[in-house]
Antibody, heavy 118, light 107 residues
Framework: EVQLVESGGGLVQPGGSLRLSCAAS????????MNWVRQAPGKGLEWVSY????????YDADSVKGRFSISRDNAKNSLYLQMNSLRDEDTAVYYC???????????WGQGTLVTVSS | DIQMTQSPSSLSASVGDRVTITCRAS??????LGWYQQKSGKAPKRLIY???SLQSGVPSRFSGSGSGTEFTLTISSLQPEDFATYYC?????????FGGGTKVEIK
């Protein structure tokens, strides 16, 4: 069974940094590309970042470009999102997601909440 | 970037009603579209992929149609457990983009 478990969320001040992790199990992590998606409180879904299976191709949303960095460690079956220069508007639940049935967002984790506030 | 316009943003319906939600893409995306259901406090759950293919385990009252720029999610007979927010997602190209969501409420 595919399992994705996010961690690392919490309360951080504006301008601060946070690193999210996504632990993957139940599949061969190194063969799948991955994504991060977020959802601000009471708002819709927003795609954040993509990384290919080998880590050689990365895409970021304009809203996080230059501030967030996606990475992965295939030996540890883990996906990461390094978030720097955090802003109030980055407050959201962050989900990691894996390809499934021809869609880049076939399987989702349960999410981790990031709150940016002074 | 491809914009996804979803309508309506909310609707009220009764159990047993037929419900239709529409997504329009700003440019052609073939059938690179999925539909997701999200209940409060939970991660989104995929219902439909490739515009019209039903995800395994999803009830057959859900169906998807369309290609190119116009897509539809239909619930043939609304059930109590279907009251939720629904999103479309285009994955033809990055950045991936979602529709704004449709909240389905009890009338």
């Amino acid at each position: 069974e595919v399992q994705l478990v996010e961690s690392g969320g919490g309360l951080v001040q504006p301008g601060g940094s946070l690193r999210l992790s996504c632990a993957a199990s139940g599949f061969t992590f190194s063969t799948y590309s991955m994504n991060w998606v977020r959802q601000a409180p009471g708002k819709g879904l927003e795609w954040v970042s993509y990384i290919s299976s080998t880590g050689t191709t990365i895409y970021d949303a304009d809203s996080v470009k230059g501030r967030f960095s996606i990475s992965r460690d295939n030996a540890k079956n883990s996906l990461y999102l390094q978030m720097n220069s955090l802003r109030d508007e980055d407050t959201a639940v962050y989900y990691c997601a894996r390809v499934g049935s021809g869609s880049p967002l076939g399987y989702w984790g349960q999410g981790t909440l990031v709150t940016v506030s002074s | 970037d491809i914009q996804m316009t979803q309508s309506p943003s909310s609707l009220s319906a009764s159990v047993g009603d037929r419900v239709t939600i529409t997504c329009r893409a700003s440019q052609g995306i073939g059938n690179d579209l999925g539909w997701y259901q999200q209940k409060s406090g939970k991660a989104p759950k995929r219902l439909i992929y490739a515009a019209s293919s039903l995800q395994s385990g999803v009830p057959s009252r859900f169906s998807g149609s369309g290609s190119g720029t116009e897509f539809t999610l239909t619930i043939s007979s609304l059930q109590p457990e279907d009251f939720a927010t629904y999103y479309c997602l285009q994955h033809n190209s990055y950045p991936l983009t979602f529709g704004g969501g449709t909240k389905v409420e009890i009338k």
